[in-house]
């Protein structure tokens, strides 16, 4: 999964999670809300965590072309 997460800052300074518009399937979005309520859920973040090593491992075995 290519997670595009950018930040916009608006005008009154405040900062703004911001999705790549080009996400068909929602998944990018999807990351974004997990990350925010795994703030305050334990098991959440410890799942998201898991899920991220997983990603990470994959991406780090596959060989570049």
């Known amino acids: 999964i290519n997670v595009a997460l950018r930040i916009a800052v608006m005008e009154d300074g405040q900062e703004l999670p911001v999705t790549n518009a080009f996400d068909e399937d929602g998944d990018e979005a999807a990351l974004l809300a997990v990350a925010i309520l795994a703030n305050t859920r334990p098991k ?14 994959t991406v780090l075995k596959t060989p570049f072309p």
Do not use: G, S, V, Y
Request: no cysteine; net charge positive.
């Open 44 to 57: 959440l973040r410890a799942k998201l965590h898991q899920f991220r090593a997983e990603q990470t491992e």
